[in-house]
């Protein structure tokens, strides 16, 4: 894990910039245990305290370096962005301007980033979400996100792997947000049918519709330690239920005791199970000519496998 | 029919909200009651319980064998405990899909009744995943052989209505309502203020003409003037005419061409753009 700042350089020289105002550029202030960490052993061990083991949110392009096999990402309809096709507008809300400031502010223009890479020489299909962006929430931009890795993982004959942080439904997008549940699932149901895993790992914090569609009809499903993940969110469980929730309620841990995912993974573990499972549906030899004439993007990276 | 435009016109959609909640609107087992001839409710999921939120059974629609499911609330408070306020717990989506895959094995169509504020959220549904439960069944309805037509009667709320709402055709009262969280939960969620319930009403378009604009809901059922439950009988008539001709449209598709076509209607929902287009919008604007 030594090797993640360094693997990396093109994120992290970006973030550490904007972190550059805040005493962070030496110290990390862990949000679990408050302690302070030297920040460079923070990035070092891919922002997991090396004292109290909490994985801080990593964003949607610090996944892909730190998954990803090297130089093996490419990203795909980088340009896709929302519309408010309900001309949002409340007394307190204005959804298109909010809109133009997170673009300015994030650089992306919504909340997903996609494409096609490799871990551990196994190509696939991911889509990643990005809580930073009106946490991580699905309206048409990311269902059409999750939609098309879905089918070019079915079309290129690959797994799909998902990584999910997300509040949930995009209500500036209302009714149309909710539809794209059932998007991703039309998709992933062509990915069933071509026989090509879905493999979707939980982050803290997923919930909603998220949950309630394609995070949690994968093939498998993996989750860091401690990340929430749920339907309903605690704090509308506690007022209906009118008492407090177990602490541990709703973690990766509970979610395993209760048969909901496969695995709890410590990021540091994770590029290993991962490489472990793609593998095991990766059964033909990795050859160049593998995906001769298929569509266009792939021979790039398979050249290095 | 003009007259009941006029009307529409004139209500809010937070007016619409309380219509579509009436408690003496007609409920799925009405539906059921008045459409449905030698109906068996088959209950459970066969691996836990049996929810009494979300119902389900085979019977006989205009002479043809169905399976029937729909959320039931209830028209007072004892009805309402008893149905959990149409809020299903796992239990009832992995019943629905239990009863899906019935309706598919035995090439009987699916008729489905939205009506609830949201699926249940308590620890207990947590613990049993209901999430997982929901997402089944998008996935099942998009695969399914036979036709699905989904009528919104009342209160359409989250995924836990979308769970047996994705359809060949969706049909909507009048005065009914869909949205993606109910009012008072976006209020919550957008503004940290479940009062500002009616405001969220309006910016987020819930109503049938709006969802129909929207291309979502294929079709408006008119109700009888100042609501369904002024005249139940007429309303779950022109409910059952109108799913009639939809069935008739789709029952001469083979599976796999309704499969195609489900697939292609709920692909194609929510606008995107490329970025490049945006650049261009935002210098144009003033
Ligand atoms: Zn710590």
Known sequence: MKDFLRRTPRYFTANRKTEQQIPEDLWHKCSGCGDLIPSKQFQDNAKVCPRCTHHERLSADEWVSYLLDLDSWQEHDADLAPVDALGFVSPKDNYAKKLETLREQTHRPDAAICGVGAIGEVPLALCVSDFAFMGGSMGAVVGEKVARSAERAAELGMPLLTINASGGARMHEGMLSLMQMAKVSVALARLGEARQPHISLLLDNCYGGVTASYASSADIIIAEPRAHVGFAGPRVIEQTIRQKLPADFQTAEFLLEHGMIDVVASRAELKSVLARVLGLYTDKPRTEGRFAGHANGVQSYIRGV | ?286
């Open chain 2, 1 to 286: 029919m003009a007259d009941e435009q006029h009307t529409s016109e004139e209500l809010t959609p937070w007016d619409i909200v309380q219509l579509a909640r009436h408690p003496q609107r007609p409920h799925t087992l009405d539906y059921i009651r008045g459409l449905c001839e030698d109906f068996v409710e088959l209950r459970g999921d066969r691996r836990f319980g049996d929810d009494r939120a979300l119902l389900g059974g085979i019977g006989r629609f205009n002479g043809q064998s169905v399976v029937v499911l729909g959320h039931q609330k209830g028209s007072n408070t004892k009805e309402n405990i008893q149905h959990n306020f149409g809020s299903p717990r796992p239990e009832g989506y992995r019943k629905a899909l239990r009863l899906m895959q019935h309706a598919e094995k035995f090439g009987f169509p699916v008729l489905a009744f939205i009506d609830t504020p949201g699926a249940d959220p308590s620890m207990g549904s947590e613990e049993r995943g209901i999430g997982e439960a929901i997402a089944a069944n998008l996935v099942v309805m998009a695969e399914l052989d036979v036709p699905i037509v989904t009528t919104v009667i009342g209160e359409g709320g989250s995924g836990g209505a979308l769970a047996i709402g994705v359809a060949d055709r969706l049909l909507m009262l009048q005065y009914a309502i869909y949205s993606v969280a109910s009012p008072e939960a976006s209020a919550a969620i957008l503004w940290r203020d479940a009062s500002k319930a009616p405001d969220a009403a309006k910016a987020m378009k819930i109503t049938a003409p709006d969802l129909h604009q929207l291309q979502i809901v294929d079709e408006i059922i008119p109700e009888p003037a100042g609501g369904a439950h002024l005249d139940t009988a007429a309303t779950i008539a022109a409910v059952g005419a109108s799913i009639q001709r939809h069935l008739d449209e789709l029952q001469v598709l083979p599976g796999r061409e309704l499969r195609q076509r489900r697939y292609e209607k709920y692909r194609s929902i929510g606008l995107v753009q490329q970025a490049q287009t945006i650049v261009l919008s935002t210098t144009e604007a003033p």
